[in-house]
Nanobody, 120 residues
Framework: QVQLVESGGGLVQPGGSLRLSCVVS????????MGWFRQASGKEREFVAS????????MYATSMKGRFTISRDNAKNTVYLQMNDLKPDDTAVYYC?????????????WGQGTQVTVTS
């Protein structure tokens, strides 16, 4: 059974940065495309970013492009999300997922999520 464990969330001021990590176990990480999604309180889960299994192709939601960077380390079974210039609208629970789909939002496996709160 595939397990995903996110970490790195927290409280940050507007303009600040955070790096989220997601460690995957129980599967063959190298074969998975990976993605990050987020869900703000009272809103639907939305796509943030994805990266192919070799790391050669990345995709971003429009509002995150230029501020967020997804990367992966296949030797560590870990995918990262570097978030810069954070805004209050980025406040949400962030989830990593295997084999993500953008529309509709769907994935093979989900982590439990990590809370990111951007506030002054």
């Amino acid at each position: 059974q595939v397990q995903l464990v996110e970490s790195g969330g927290g409280l940050v001021q507007p303009g600040g940065s955070l790096r989220l990590s997601c460690v995957v176990s129980g599967g063959v990480f190298n074969y998975y495309d990976m993605g990050w999604f987020r869900q703000a309180s009272g809103k639907e889960r939305e796509f943030v970013a994805s990266i192919t299994w070799r790391g050669g192709t990345t995709m971003y939601a429009t509002s995150m492009k230029g501020r967020f960077t997804i990367s992966r380390d296949n030797a560590k079974n870990t995918v990262y999300l570097q978030m810069n210039d954070l805004k209050p609208d980025d406040t949400a629970v962030y989830y990593c997922a295997t084999n993500p789909q953008v529309a509709p939002v769907r994935a093979a496996d989900w982590g439990q999520g990590t809370q990111v709160t951007v506030t002054s």
